[in-house]
């Protein structure tokens, strides 16, 4: 049964930074697909980064391209989001989700993608 658990969602003043962080266990696989996602109110749930774990391989959306970096410390068990140069429209709810395998990288920014999901943290831009 994988389980995630973020932290270091907090309030930020524009052009600040943030670093996100989620714990996972209960990996069954030594490789996973992993994401995070936000959602802001009103809003449908957004991908902002994913990675495999097995590879450095990353992709990352649009919107946060060059301002944020995801990335995987194996030996913790723990996926990060370096989010840097924060906007207002940045708010929102993150979540990580993680899954055994998804094929396509796009995919890592579906949310319909993932089986596995945290509590979320909340990003607050002023």
């Known amino acids: 049964h994988v389980q995630l658990v973020e932290s270091g969602g907090g309030s930020v003043q524009a052009g600040g930074s943030l670093r996100l962080s989620c714990v996972a266990s209960g990996y069954s696989s030594s490789s996973y697909c992993m994401g995070w996602l936000r959602q802001a109110p009103g809003k449908e749930r957004e991908g902002v980064a994913g990675?495999?774990?097995?590879?450095?391989?990353?992709y990352y959306a649009d919107s946060v391209k060059g301002r944020v970096t995801i990335s995987v410390d194996r030996a913790k068990n723990t996926l990060y989001l370096q989010m840097n140069s924060l906007k207002p429209e940045d708010t929102a709810m993150y979540s990580c989700?993680?899954?055994?395998?998804?094929?396509?990288?796009?995919?890592?920014?579906?949310?319909?993608?993932?089986?596995?999901w945290g509590q979320g943290t909340q990003v607050t831009v002023s």
């Open positions: 990675i495999y774990t097995g590879a450095p391989r990353t």
């Open positions: 989700a993680a899954d055994p395998f998804i094929p396509n990288p796009v995919g890592w920014l579906n949310h319909r993608s993932f089986g596995y």
